[in-house]
Structures are given as structure tokens and as C-alpha cells.
């Protein structure tokens, strides 16, 4: 039989759609899930029963929300979550260095936004990825607290412009 165009395979909508479930249940139910993604509880229904899927900007919301990984979500990949997963282990020029996971290094960048925002702090790009290394280093053996952040923005805040500025 051949397949449809743009149609996953049965074995992956019935995983994926598993782990919809695991985070439903966690946050509640479905329609408590549905309330707090702010989506309707019709479109929540399909994606929990795989006739529909999110999209792209759902799926990131759906992982925000949920506090797991992307990969995990998608494909099961484990660890579940970033916190789990903070450093990935590449050969450069023959020497194993380890560099910051893709998620994690994305949790924290959010983390500082909305604790920067919170405050009405501008983050230029080039300020921003010199906390952002920072604050990965600082959370790299603990779980990345907002309360940990407002610390080191506490740190920050007499040299840093307000948006008023």
C-alpha cells in the first residue's frame, strides 16, 4: 500500500501521540491541557487521538509548557528533559569536547528573556549570548530557577540600560 504524501507512519502517530497523553496527564487532563496552551479543546482532542497534529509553534508551546525536550516529544530521543541533558560530547580536532545542549542553551536564552522583560531590561544579541554562557555555567549542575536569575540580574541591573533610557 502505498502512502499518502505528507502523512506520518502509523507507528510514529501512535508514539507521539502516547507522549501527548504522558503530558496531558501530567498537567491534568486533556482540556486542562488544552486551557493552559490556550488552544481549543476540539483541537486538543484530535492531536491527543492522532487524527490531527500540532504545528511547529504548538509543539515548541506544548514543550515549554511540559518542561521536555523537543527531540523527546517528536521522536522519544531521551533524556525527556533539558535539564537532563545539558552537555553533548563532540570530537574536535581529535579531543572529546563537550559543549552545551541545543535545548538547554534554548531554556536558558528564554529564561533570561522573560526575567529581563519582567524587569524592562534590554538585552542587545551580543549582551545577551555573554549571560546566557554565563547563566549556563552557573545552572549547570541544578535546575534553572527564574528566582536564580533575578540573583544574577540583581548583579547586573546598576550597569544595565532600562528601556526608558
Request: with cysteine; glycine share 6%.
Amino acid at each position: 500500500m502505498a502512502r499518502t504524501k505528507n502523512k506520518p507512519e502509523p507507528a510514529w502517530v501512535d508514539a507521539f501521540t502516547a507522549r501527548l497523553r504522558v503530558i496531558a496527564r501530567r498537567i491534568g487532563s486533556g482540556n486542562s491541557f488544552a486551557d493552559k496552551l490556550g488552544h481549543s479543546r476540539a483541537g486538543v482532542r484530535k492531536w491527543l487521538a492522532g487524527d490531527a497534529f500540532p504545528n511547529a509553534y504548538d509543539i515548541a508551546r506544548i514543550c515549554d509548557l511540559a518542561g521536555v525536550r523537543v527531540q523527546w516529544l517528536l521522536y522519544g530521543a531521551e533524556p525527556q528533559t533539558a535539564n537532563d541533558a545539558k552537555f553533548v560530547t563532540e570530537k574536535v580536532a581529535g579531543n572529546a569536547v563537550d559543549f552545551y545542549e541545543r535545548d538547554y542553551i534554548r531554556e536558558v536564552a528564554l529564561a533570561l528573556g522573560n526575567q529581563a522583560k519582567s524587569r524592562d531590561m534590554r538585552l542587545t544579541s551580543s549582551a545577551a549570548a555573554n549571560q546566557i554562557v554565563a547563566l549556563c555555567y552557573l545552572f549547570r549542575s541544578t535546575k534553572i530557577e527564574p528566582e536564580g536569575i533575578d540573583v544574577f540580574l540583581d548583579q547586573l541591573a546598576p550597569r544595565w540600560p532600562s528601556s526608558d533610557e
